[in-house]
């Protein structure tokens, strides 16, 4: 349950179709950021998003080998891009395949380095 101290949305409406530069939400643990539209006539989303978190939550609720998914930025959360898309009924996110993805990579990495007795990676 984030607790979010900032909550900010700019938005323009052109016909059904509303575009939103700015999307901030802001607490001490979690921030996620975006941009993106809605298709109010037909509840299709598409947004680029970001997640935060401090390094205390990230410490918490990730694992080694999911870490490399996140990049540190510049306020010293860890932040991950993802894609938001669907509908307003049905959204889906992208985040897991990226977090998967950078987990197997990092495995891959591991056997290769086991496989060739050093650290090539």
């Known amino acids: 349950s984030p607790d979010f101290d900032e ?3 700019e938005f323009t409406q052109s016909g059904s179709r509303v575009s939103t530069p700015v999307l901030s939400l802001k607490g001490d643990a979690v921030r996620l950021s ?3 539209t809605l298709d ?4 299709l989303i598409e947004y680029r998003m970001t ?4 390094p205390k939550l990230f410490a918490k609720v990730t694992r080694p080998e999911l870490r490399p998914a996140f990049e540190p930025a510049e306020d010293g959360f860890s932040a991950i891009d993802f894609r938001l898309y669907g509908t307003t009924l049905a959204p ?3 985040l897991l395949s990226r977090i998967g993805k950078a987990a197997a990579t990092e495995a891959a990495k591991g056997q290769i380095n086991k496989l060739f007795k050093r650290k090539i990676f």
Do not use: N, W
């Open 7 to 9: 909550c900010r949305v």
């Open 34 to 36: 975006g941009r993106g």
């Open 40 to 43: 109010v006539e037909t509840s």
């Open 51 to 54: 997640l935060a978190l401090s």
């Open 92 to 94: 889906q996110t992208d």
